[in-house]
Structure formats: structure tokens, C-alpha cells
């Protein structure tokens, strides 16, 4: 019966303040170290050997070699940073752009603004105007299928026999 048994009433709050701030820091110490080991990795201008070396000083000499890389090359870290969230947005956006269909196949308003215009000039009647884009309207247009002979829509109807009405 010779031990002590600490409850809670008995640790006093600046103890556990104190506790917290050091349970804090060793967090950050092992943030920054590993920041440190990322950016030594993903550094394109060292060389193999220089990185091998700056391994090894930040490992086996871990507080020393974080404060002389910090103090050494610390103001580049923030830039490669930036660079490369600029190149992974870069990315993202490109491959938003790709999964969009920015350049792709025409919608189906702008096939059926081509049908007008066509229909405007007096090319088609309002009879083939009609099926076309009835075609278009249901997805079977050449908005869908560029590969059934071409990007108008007279490729997709056939001509009527009888002359345009009224021109």
C-alpha cells in the first residue's frame, strides 16, 4: 500500500496544461519532420547524393538537421509547394475539362441551331426540319452518332421529292 493512485482532482490544471503544450509540440515536431523528408524527396534540383545527405543529417541528427534545412533551404520549401499545388490544380482541371467533353461532340442545341440556320437559308424544308429534329431531340441525331455520314442533318433524312413550298 505504499504506491500512490493519482485521481483526477489530484492533478493539478497547470499540469495539464503543461502536458497538453508538450503533447502539441511533439505533434508538430513530427509534422515538420516529415514536411521536411517530403520536400527533400520531391525536390528536382538536388541531386541523388545531395538528397542522400541531407537524409541522413535530418535523421540521425533530427534536431539539428530540421533547424539547418529550415534555416538552409526553408524559403524554397514554401515555393516548391506552391508549385506543385499548382501543378496537381492544373491537372484537376484538365482532367475535368477531358471528362467534360469541352471540345467534344456538338450538344443537341447546337445541332439544333444548325437546323435552323439551314432551314433559314431555305437548304431544307420545314417538313425535314421536323424529323431532324425530332431525330436530334431523341438522341439519335448526328450529335450522337458522327459516324453515319456527316455533320448535317440532311445526311440523316431523306429528300422529299416535292420542291420547297412557297420559295
Known amino acids: 500500500m505504499t504506491a500512490q493512485t493519482y485521481l483526477a482532482y489530484d492533478f493539478p490544471l497547470l499540469s495539464a496544461f503543461w502536458t497538453m503544450l508538450w503533447f502539441f509540440l511533439w505533434i508538430l515536431w513530427f509534422v515538420l519532420l516529415f514536411r521536411i523528408v517530403l520536400d527533400i524527396i520531391r525536390d528536382d534540383g538536388l541531386g541523388g547524393w545531395a538528397k542522400a545527405g541531407w537524409m541522413v543529417f535530418v535523421v540521425v541528427l533530427p534536431f539539428l538537421g530540421v533547424f539547418v534545412y529550415v534555416i538552409a533551404r526553408g524559403k524554397n520549401m514554401g515555393r516548391r509547394e506552391m508549385e506543385q499545388a499548382r501543378a496537381q490544380q492544373e491537372a484537376f482541371e484538365s482532367y475535368i475539362r477531358e471528362t467534360a467533353g469541352g471540345k467534344g461532340a456538338p450538344s443537341s442545341v447546337d445541332e ?5 440556320e439551314i432551314r433559314a437559308r431555305g437548304d431544307i424544308t420545314d417538313e425535314e ?27 440523316t433524312t431523306t429528300p422529299t421529292s416535292t420542291p420547297p413550298s412557297g420559295r
Do not use: C, D, M, N
Not at 112 to 116: E, G, P, R
Open 129 to 155: 426540319f421536323r424529323k431532324a429534329k425530332q431525330l436530334v431531340l431523341a438522341g439519335h441525331g448526328p450529335a450522337e452518332h458522327p459516324g453515319t455520314g456527316g455533320s448535317t442533318a440532311t445526311s
Open 112 to 116: 439544333l441551331t444548325k437546323l435552323s
